[in-house]
Each structure stands twice: as structure tokens, then as C-alpha cells.
């Protein structure tokens, strides 16, 4: 039998890819075969990765940038896989969200994926290619103090399905929705606001989740590497959750 989950010769992009779950994915598809371009604003992270991984490459763009987005995308010879990655947090119910930040997150999470995928959409349509949009649970259910994350996040999942319908055949669109993982994200979230509590409230969000921890970011990267691969060729418009349990309690 063939290796499964192989992308060997397929071309990759992954919007925030040089740290967190984004770092996880590039090294995930590059370990499948995949050609990776890394797009970050942080270009020195950005390189360091990619100096890792063979094949390789980087893009440095600020995805909230349309014409910058559009330089980047129009480099590109061809594309295969979109991995939309990147995005921001913010603490908060609506009475603690200003509006400046409220805007800031649907411009980086929501304009920010909508600027992307409309640039990357030709190239993926002729490739017959595949979008994974990284959610969140928080798009699914209500959290406490996360109103504009979880707006936006919600939008991500609805944006996910409504491109499934109109690319049905063309394009398969699939969105991950991760619980709580350990990435630089959370730490700078307990840096931020618990910095002088961070292990109680380390230990709070480990107990959120039924199996008693947080998630991994190559967890989220395999369950990427299998949405983008050809065993998953009957999935589209999908939005699997990998939140340990979070979610079912």
C-alpha cells in the first residue's frame, strides 16, 4: 500500500507559520513532502524556520495588507494548500471591548482570511486545491470574556462552510477548531493578564479540557496535514473539533 497523508510535489502556504500552530503545520507538511512557504510579518522567525525545513520558503506580509497580499500571492507559480493560521486574541466582554480593538480583530482574523483566500482562490481553483482555516472552539460555543475573539472566530467557521458550497468540486475548504493548546499565544495571554498567577490559572485551563491538559500544536497540524491530504478527499465544509472534550462536557 502507499504511505498515507503523503503531499509529495504539492505546494503549501501557511499564514502565520512562524510560531505556534503555524511553526507545528510547516513542519508537518514539509515532513509529508509538501513545498512550504512560510507568510508571517515576522520575517526573522519566518527564516529561521525555514532554514530548517527543505524546500522551503518565506513570505513576509502582513495579511491585513491587500496590496501587499496581492504581491505575495502573484509570486507564487502555482499553490496547492492554504493553511489561514494567522490571527489575534483579545480579553473582553463588550462593555470591556473597545471599539478600536473589536475592529482589529475582525481585521486581522476575518479581512485578513477573506484578503488571503480571495488571492490565493485562482491559483487553488486551478490546482483543484485545498483550504484548512484554523477556528476555534470559540466560534462554536460561547466563552466567557472573549466577545470579539469569538465573533470572529465564528465568522472563520461560517466563512469555511459558505466557500465549501461555492467551490464545491473545485476547491475543498475544511476549518479546525482547537480548544486550548500550548503556544506562545497562551503564554503571552497569562504573561498579559496573569502574570502573577500563572501556574493557578495554567492549571485551570488544563482542567477545561475533559482530558486534563492542554493540546499540543502538532495534534492541530496533524489533523491539518490529514484535511489537506487525499485520504480526505470526501471532506469539505467540514469544521472538526480537536479540543479534548471541552466541547462534549
Not at 507538511?29 to 526573522?44: F, P
Not at 488544563?206 to 495534534?219: F, I, T
Amino acid at each position: 500500500m502507499d504511505i498515507p497523508f503523503r503531499l509529495d510535489g504539492r505546494r503549501a502556504v501557511v499564514t502565520g507559520g512562524a510560531s505556534g500552530i503555524g511553526e507545528a503545520t510547516c513542519r508537518v507538511l514539509a515532513a509529508a513532502g509538501a513545498s512550504v512557504t512560510i507568510l508571517d510579518i515576522d520575517a526573522a522567525g519566518a527564516k529561521s524556520l525555514a532554514d530548517q525545513l527543505p524546500g522551503s520558503s518565506v513570505l513576509n506580509c502582513d495579511i491585513t495588507d491587500a496590496a501587499a497580499v496581492d504581491a505575495a500571492f502573484g509570486s507564487l507559480t502555482g499553490l496547492d494548500i492554504l493553511v489561514n493560521n494567522a490571527g489575534i486574541g483579545l480579553v473582553g466582554n463588550i462593555e470591556e471591548t473597545p471599539t478600536e480593538d473589536f475592529a482589529r480583530l475582525f481585521r486581522v482574523n476575518v479581512e485578513g482570511m477573506y484578503l488571503v483566500t480571495k488571492a490565493a482562490m485562482g491559483k487553488l481553483v486551478a490546482s483543484k486545491g485545498v483550504i484548512v482555516n484554523i477556528g476555534s472552539v470559540a466560534g462554536l460555543v460561547g466563552i466567557k470574556r472573549r466577545f470579539a475573539y469569538c465573533a470572529t472566530k465564528g465568522a472563520v467557521v461560517a466563512m469555511s462552510r459558505q466557500l465549501a458550497v461555492d467551490y464545491a468540486g473545485k476547491v475543498r475548504v475544511n476549518c479546525v477548531c482547537p480548544g486550548t493548546v500550548d503556544t506562545p499565544f497562551v503564554e503571552a495571554y497569562l504573561e498579559k493578564y496573569h502574570k502573577h498567577e500563572k501556574e493557578k490559572v495554567r492549571a485551570e485551563l488544563n482542567q477545561r479540557q475533559l482530558v486534563g491538559r492542554l493540546g499540543r500544536p502538532d495534534e492541530i497540524a496533524h489533523a491539518v496535514l490529514y484535511l489537506c491530504s487525499r485520504e480526505a478527499e470526501f471532506i469539505t465544509g467540514s469544521a472538526m473539533i480537536i479540543d479534548g472534550g471541552w466541547t462534549a462536557a
